[in-house]
């Protein structure tokens, strides 16, 4: 059965070994590759799952796809632990060493301009819910009047519309106050489009979507000041993950 080689990312030359027991997609193990000063991470995976026409139906598997994800980010976490390492695409696959060597070749530059710019930083991710839920348990608490005409029914119904408007307002207002702040004290910042709640799996409708670029030796003030932010609105919920590699801010062009 023919190996073919499944690229996670690229760094410079790591300090000390991969774990030993550091494995990615396919259960297989991570190795380095060293090329012109830089190194691939990769693992050998099978033809017959990676080749061009059975990676393109596996990315249509959901389940496929949830499980290599997950396997492909436990190589980058690892990574981004101990360097500073580019993220390739997810399924990135070539036949052998050498077309590993080949495309380190062709994008030397442009990796080294990204290394150089993003040494010593780490992404974090910040994304603002609106949990209408919540908005909604707010509001019935009220005492309401009992609709006694269609106009009544009109006007309670035209009045809870104007309440949920109200809410989602003072969230984008607050994100907006809050993207600034971060904003302020990150080195770079990239507004993502709003996640889709059926696809993330969250709760809650995603006013903020963003991503900072923060160097590690600031990361800590950075969290506490994530940490620091109230809100007196109800429903409204703030939400941190990372450090990871710098994905947002890689610039790298897609292959």
Known sequence: MTALRYVYAVC?????????????????????????????????V????????????????????????????NVIDALTGVTTALPLRLGTVFRDDSGVRVMIEEREEEFRRALDRLDGRVEWGVKVYLDESETVAAESDRPAAKATSGRDYLRQRRTRTMAHEEMWQKAEEFARRLHGTLSANAEDSRLHAPQNAALSGSSGRNVLNAAYLVTREHSEEFVELVGRTENDTPGIRVELTGPWAAYSFTGLMPQ
């Open 46 to 73: 099978p033809e017959e799952d990676f080749a061009e026409e059975p990676l393109k139906a596996h990315l249509e598997d959901l389940d496929w796809l949830t499980v290599t994800a997950r396997a492909h980010q």
């Open 12 to 44: 410079r030359p790591l300090r000390a070994p991969l774990q030993a027991e550091l494995t990615g997609v396919a259960g297989a193990p991570a190795r380095q590759l060293e090329h012109h000063g830089l190194i691939a991470v990769l693992s050998q």
